[in-house]
Nanobody
Framework: QVQLQESGGGLVQEGGSLKLSCEASGRLFRLRAMGWYRQAPGKQRERIASTTIDDATYYAEFVKGRFTISRDNAKNTVFLQMNKLKPEDTAVYYC?????????WGQGTRVTVSS
């Protein structure tokens, strides 16, 4: 089984920064892709950023220039550096990883941006 554990969420003022982390543990034979999604109250879950083992990277338009995804392959960890945060970034943030040809999800970490 594979478990993903997120950390780093919290309360921050508009314009501030947070860095989220997500570490995978368990039977990690093939970790091919990592990504971040978020879900705001009353809205659908939306994709934010992702990265693959061949360094293909995706960013949603609404985070380009503000958020950066990175990873530490040795530690099976993916990060999301979030700068210039806005109140509309308030949401529960989920990491996801493709491991052993299956997608796994973390439990989510809450980010609240106050104006």
């Amino acid at each position: 089984q594979v478990q993903l554990q997120e950390s780093g969420g919290g309360l921050v003022q508009e314009g501030g920064s947070l860095k989220l982390s997500c570490e995978a543990s368990g039977r990690l034979f093939r970790l091919r892709a990592m990504g971040w999604y978020r879900q705001a109250p009353g809205k659908q879950r939306e994709r934010i950023a992702s990265t693959t083992i061949d360094d293909a990277t995706y960013y949603a338009e609404f985070v380009k220039g503000r958020f950066t995804i990175s990873r530490d392959n040795a530690k099976n960890t993916v990060f999301l550096q979030m700068n210039k945060l806005k109140p509309e970034d308030t949401a529960v943030y989920y990491c996801t990883m493709m491991v052993n040809d299956q997608w796994f999800w973390g439990q989510g970490t809450r980010v609240t941006v106050s104006s």
